[in-house]
């Protein structure tokens, strides 16, 4: 089972956010009970709306992997790295809000399964090309 597949799974009983964080926890090292609590209060666009949970949890994931070394002024890796991310969630998605993304989707919450696999997914990629560069 790819991360992927593992967030869109989680995602039936999980919100966003914590279906990414919990589906990379074999990469964050935390470990599930820490990843559901760490990013419980991230789902539904942040409790409001604005950014897509599952982009937030990657962004968290990103933090945890790549930005392990505690650096994340701009050009560090892990500034870099959200910023692509940003940028391709963006281009393949549309928007980061959650609100946007729902209206773009006719209030169908199905297409979180997708975000949350997409991003699992993506942020693995990441976190092994940024080990590969080490």
């Given at each position: ?41 991230f789902g539904g666009g942040v409790r409001c709306g ?6 937030v949890g990657a962004v968290m994931s990103i933090g945890?992997t790549i930005g392990k070394d505690g650096l994340g ?62």
């Amino acid at each position: 089972m790819t991360y992927g597949e593992k967030a869109a799974e989680l995602k039936n009983t999980l919100n966003c956010a914590q279906s990414v964080v919990v589906a990379l926890d074999e990469l964050t090292g935390l470990d599930e009970a820490t990843a559901k609590a760490a990013s419980a209060g991230f789902g539904g666009g942040v409790r409001c709306g604005e950014a897509c949970g599952a982009y937030v949890g990657a962004v968290m994931s990103i933090g945890l992997t790549i930005g392990k070394d505690g650096l994340g002024k701009p050009g560090q890796p892990t500034a870099v790295a959200c910023k692509q991310l940003a940028d391709e969630f963006k281009a393949r998605f549309g928007a980061i809000r959650c609100q946007d993304l729902l209206d773009a989707a006719g209030g169908d919450h199905s297409v979180c399964n997708g975000f949350c696999a997409w991003c699992a997914d993506r942020v693995a990629e990441m976190v092994e090309e940024a080990e590969k560069a080490e």
